[in-house]
């Protein structure tokens, strides 16, 4: 395999020597206790923060040897350092970023603009370069940009981006509390009932925002991102470039229902104030869980990695007391809270006596589908595209987008959509290059970059069989001919790659099926529904037993809201006890 078979460079070695091995998150020098106020498994540094600032002495346990679950940066190949999982920064809450310090912490971001670059496989006229398609912070030169491909789309992408704006701003109330307290509503005394009124305020400040733009929100939550698209533009390169963020991520095409919240996911963040952008975090994603850890360890919270956890202890009262880890160790602690996918919660940790039949049912039905496979790539020489050619190896503005490739026609992303529900990878895969070293010099060597291919689409099993190694060097072959097409040179800079595909992201990072979201976003399992209906406000059918990580409200990649919104419910709880 090539990742085996690497050869490094001198500067390469030497970088190595300095760089060290892979980046780890050490335990604090504190011993592990035999009895918390709260253990959080799987990482969850946020959550604990919270709970040690509510007064709860809070213990993190880490199976991994680094801590972050998919945000962490990995040193691969020598003097290669990257963000091996997660790759972008975006949806980290304001007010979390504000009240850990993240920036005191040691948090550093690199903000990208342009934002998105699109290049185009076609030949040049009159011996000019392809066409491409780049959009940034910018308007007049997004307009610019759009005009070579139609001059009514130019016109409109303004008024399409406040449209944008306006749908996505309505979620934000939505995102830093817990959903609905239904049955607090809708049954109990009056006093009861008052109180779980205030559970109303933000959907009711949903709809405020939102004002006329109701039916709109409503339309672009459920409806396929095409039919929203093809409203608004004619130009296939720019309705093609849009709706890669309908359906990142996500095993659906732009013509699926419900694939225009995906969009208004992806563009509802924020990040250092600029709404909707993304950004790099200094020495990778593992830069934002050193940070939030630094910052919870500040508070009191004792973090161990290399704690992998057995089973949650559950006592003669059906309440949980605590964890069991696989080397023996008992812990005990009042409150339990897991930072894994539900699936590995209920199925793989929890005492299986313990929870009603009917429940694990509902468990085995949440959709985990995935379409992703990540190959990291170290390369020696910067990629240089044919639509956009840079002498002497230096980085233009486009290389410090997310790259589309594979994305200027919808045609294109359908076709691998089917591919993939058909059981096969894509032969003509979505890629979405990114290539965070053009920013920080601290990921790869001098002169050498380090390259992420986010692909899709790609089943959990081809054909109904596992993935071989075969296979995904077979996948990673047809990926890097695509990128060659439109960046020849780039196979023969490839020093290494680290090819993880639905069933790798699950075994190494926890990701069931694969997801990074903890769960599909459809809207079968979102808001009130997620993961279930009956779990959507973090607590679970045992008692001390709680819900903190993605596949929680407000779901994955909105960093922070999670463990928050659990550590409000957990402090509730415990304050009625």
């Known amino acids: 395999p090539a990742m085996a078979a690497a050869v490094w460079t001198d500067r390469g070695r030497r970088a190595a020597a300095v760089l060290g091995t892979v980046t780890r998150s050490t335990s604090s020098h504190t011993a592990l206790k035999p009895q918390y106020d709260a253990l959080v498994i799987g990482g969850g540094e946020t959550c604990a923060a919270y709970l040690q600032k509510g007064g709860l002495k809070t213990a993190v346990l880490e199976r991994r040897h680094v801590l972050g679950g998919a945000a962490v940066t990995e040193e691969i190949f020598p003097g290669f350092r990257f963000s091996r999982c997660s790759y972008l920064l975006s949806l980290l809450r304001p007010h979390i970023y504000a009240d850990l310090e993240l920036k005191k912490h040691g948090l550093k971001v690199y903000m990208r603009d342009p934002h998105a670059y699109t290049p185009m496989l076609e030949e040049g006229v009159g011996g000019a370069p392809p066409r491409s398609l780049t959009l940034g912070a910018d308007l007049a030169m997004n307009q610019m940009e759009i005009g070579k491909f139609s001059q009514k789309d130019a016109q409109a992408f303004s008024e399409f981006i406040a449209y944008l704006d306006k749908l996505a701003g309505a979620i934000h109330p939505l995102l830093d509390a817990p959903p609905i307290d239904i049955p607090g509503v809708t049954a109990g005394s009056l006093r009861k009932r008052l109180a779980a009124a205030k559970t109303l305020r933000p959907i009711i400040k949903c709809g405020e925002f939102l004002g006329v733009n109701i039916p709109d929100f409503y339309e672009i939550v459920t409806a396929p991102i095409m039919k929203i698209l093809n409203r608004w533009f004619e130009s296939e390169p720019l309705r093609a470039t849009l709706a890669t963020d309908a359906v990142i991520g996500a095993m659906t095409s732009p013509s699926n229902p419900g694939s225009g919240y995906v969009l208004l996911h992806h563009v509802m963040g924020e990040l250092e104030k600029e709404k909707g952008a993304w950004g790099y975090v200094e020495g990778g994603m593992g830069g934002v869980s050193q940070a939030i850890a630094s910052s919870a360890r500040s508070r009191g919270v004792d973090i161990f990695t290399e704690k992998d956890v057995e089973q949650v202890l559950v006592d003669s009262d059906g309440a949980a007391k605590g964890v069991v880890l696989k080397d023996g160790t008992e812990i005990h602690s009042k409150v339990v809270l897991s930072n894994a996918t539900p699936y590995v919660t209920f199925k793989n940790l929890t005492p299986q006596a313990a929870l009603s039949p009917e429940f694990l049912k509902a468990v085995d039905q949440i959709d985990y589908t995935s379409p992703v496979t990540k190959i990291n790539v170290a390369v020696d020489k910067l990629p240089n595209f044919l639509a956009s050619p840079t002498p002497d190896d230096k980085p233009g503005p486009h290389h410090q987008c997310s790259i589309h490739l594979n994305c200027e026609s919808v045609e294109v992303l359908e076709t691998a959509y089917k591919e993939a529900m058909n059981g096969r990878p894509s032969a003509r895969p979505m890629l979405e290059m990114t290539i965070p070293s053009t920013l920080d010099p601290t990921l790869a060597p001098p002169g050498c970059h380090v390259v992420s291919l986010f692909t899709q689409f790609t089943p959990y099993h081809i054909e109904g069989r596992e993935w071989t190694n075969q296979d995904r060097e077979a996948f990673a072959d047809t990926a890097f001919d695509w990128v060659e097409q439109y960046a020849p040179g780039f196979k023969k800079s490839v020093v290494g790659r680290d090819i993880l595909a639905p069933p790798d992201l699950e075994r190494i990072f926890g990701l069931t099926g694969g997801n990074i979201f903890h ?36 779901g994955g990649g909105v960093m922070g809201s999670p463990g928050w919104n659990a550590a409000l419910t957990v402090m509730a709880d415990l304050k009625r006890r």
């Open 519 to 554: 769960g599909s976003m459809s809207l079968d399992q979102l808001y009130l529904a997620r993961p279930l209906p009956s779990l959507s406000d973090y607590r679970s059918p045992i008692k001390g037993l709680y819900l903190c990580g993605s596949g929680c409200h407000p």
